[in-house]
């Protein structure tokens, strides 16, 4: 069994420390300290980030993101988008090293601006500005208040943390626009601000763990001419060597879904433990772990199922590699949130605290899904190129299947539908086409992962058009979570997540451990209640003055 760089690292106070009592700055603080953490455990190199190494891939496969979302978040920003970007053009410019390397050991925290406040998945439409000056240094600066960069964690957070950022801007030499070219330099020491940059933090994300993110504001921030990166020259097609600038957005899409996984196997593992430990009485007054029943062990074992590996092809068609981030993300991140709040709700009220790992990893999740555009918006888009025939994907290796099946039923129907509007514009379009383009995407994906469609997401298009019975599917499904369960153990240990699991529901002495730190009034002398207490009859009586009537006395006297 490979042992992963941080299963050591997870056994840490570092890592292990409660945050329940902890502010909102204390706990991005800690976020910023793991993320080096766990960047200096893997200890990538330039090569790792440019070719998109295993290593690279482990890091963001890696369990211990469950226990600190916050932390992923830092650590994609910081090796894939900023080092990533540093390091493609470090052949032309040498000079680029001394600093990759500080991003790379983490010296330095790496952002990421290129989205604004008015232009997200129409950020090719930004309206920051550098303009070339006669000396050859650049005047960046945001024009209005929608050209903001938005959501970038910018802010400082504390010495030693001092941060540098890619910052995307149109540049205008000359007067004359030359397109959107990516720069980086140093927006804050740790402490202060590079003179002529503004931060704003943004309020926390419901239920994550907190980031520090931000809107950034340039007020004719002067850069050095070596601050560009690539060359000043206009290119013959902007919107080409615009999409071949953020490049490494479309690894990001792969690179941050791929976090689906440990959140599939911890949700997993979380669900699987309690329910063994968990029991109830049933009505002949046998103590049975809820394991035992059906409607635990269907989700659980669904879930372990899709915590799988995920293939991208360096050799695609540069549009087809996006489309493959596209249909990986829609569904990967689909399917990690439906396991975590299945999964969390197979954990009764225990699945609703954070302590417990579940509803936060959910909710950083949902974060994801957001981030390098948000899982419907990239669905129309990648839909529509491919009803347009601009591209495909390779055809099914299993065309008889259900699941290709399926993805080529609905591919007819919407051709079909394609075939009634003028264009891709109309409003026949946007009735018929828009609205399932999920859908398309999610039966994509469900055919391509192959392993995630057994769940049958869509139900209904397998009873309407393969006669297949509702029943039918249930009694198919039975069969296989029935041959799989007794197995349940060999799974748990193969995922090796044991290690990343500060839930105290999964043993009970976790439990009693977490139980002991919770913050307590008053004492028993049984260590837990003595006594049973009436009502407090005078306003002036003190708790020590009233009479405790002890449970065997009250018992007697029923």
């Not at 329940?20 to 993320?35: N, P």
């Not at 090796?79 to 052949?91: E, Q």
Request: charged share 20%.
């Amino acid at each position: 069994m490979t042992r992963r760089p941080t299963q050591e690292l997870a056994q840490t106070v570092l890592f292990t420390q409660r945050v329940d009592g902890f502010s909102i700055s204390d706990r991005t603080k800690l976020s910023y300290e793991r993320a080096r953490a766990i960047g200096r455990a893997y200890a990538l190199t330039v090569e790792d980030v440019l070719f998109l190494s295993p290593k690279f891939w482990d890091l963001h496969t890696d369990p211990i993101a469950s226990i600190d979302g916050a932390a992923a978040t830092l650590l994609t920003l910081q090796y894939n988008l900023c080092a990533g970007t540093l390091a493609t053009y470090l052949p032309e410019q040498p000079s680029l090293a001394p600093l990759l390397q500080r991003v790379l050991d983490f010296e330095v925290s790496g952002q990421y601006c290129l989205t604004e406040i008015g232009h997200g998945l129409d950020v090719i439409h930004m309206e920051t500005i550098a303009t070339l000056l006669p000396d050859g240094c650049f005047d960046i600066h945001t024009p209005i208040e929608r050209a903001a960069k938005y959501m970038p964690p910018t802010s400082p957070v504390a010495p030693g943390f001092s941060c540098i950022s890619i910052v995307f801007a149109r540049t205008i030499v000359g007067g004359e626009d030359h397109g959107i070219k990516p720069f980086v330099f140093q927006l804050h020491d740790g402490q202060s601000m590079t003179p002529g940059v503004k931060i704003k933090v943004l309020p926390p994300r419901g239920g994550s763990r907190p980031v520090n993110h931000c809107l950034t504001y340039f007020d004719h921030v002067r850069i050095l001419p070596t601050a560009l990166l690539g060359s000043i020259k206009k290119p013959r097609d902007p919107r080409a060597s615009f999409f071949n600038n953020i490049y490494r957005v479309a690894v990001g899409t792969i690179a941050l879904s791929s976090l689906g996984v440990p959140s599939l196997q911890i949700a997993s593992y979380i669900a699987t433990r309690y329910s063994q430990r968990r029991h109830v009485i049933d009505a002949s007054g046998i103590s049975k772990p809820i394991i035992s029943f059906q409607t635990q062990k269907q989700p659980i074992l669904a879930m372990n199922k899709q915590a799988v590996a995920w293939f991208m092809d360096p050799a695609l068609d540069p549009r087809v590699r996006h489309a493959v981030a596209t249909v990986h993300k829609v569904a990967m991140i689909q399917t990690a949130q439906a396991a975590n709040f299945t999964l969390g709700d197979r954990c009764g009220a225990q699945g609703l605290f954070e302590a417990n790992q579940l509803p936060a990893m959910h909710s950083d999740m949902r974060g994801i899904a957001i981030a390098e555009g948000d899982l419907l918006g990239i669905s129309i888009r990648l839909a529509s190129e491919l009803l347009l025939g601009r591209y495909a994907f390779e055809p099914p290796r299993y065309p008889d299947s259900l699941l290709a099946r399926h993805e080529k039923g609905l591919f007819s129907e919407l051709r079909a539908s394609l075939a009634l509007a003028t264009s891709h514009r109309s409003e026949t379009y946007n009735r018929e086409i828009l609205p399932r383009s999920l859908p398309l995407i999610q039966a994509i994906g469900h055919r391509i992962s192959y392993d995630a469609a057994r769940a049958a997401q869509d139900e209904a298009w397998y009873v309407e058009r393969l006669g297949m019975t509702r029943t039918e599917l249930r009694e198919r499904e039975a069969r296989a979570i029935d041959a799989v369960f007794p197995h349940l153990e060999e799974y748990l240990t193969r995922m090796n997540v044991a290690a990343y699991i500060v839930a105290p529901i999964v043993s009970d002495e976790k439990w009693k451990q977490f139980v002991s730190g919770l913050q307590t009034f008053g004492e028993t002398s049984s260590g837990w209640s003595s006594g049973i207490f009436g009502p407090l009859l005078e306003s002036n009586a003190s708790p020590t003055s009233l009479q405790a009537a002890h449970h065997r006395s009250v018992r007697s006297m029923l």
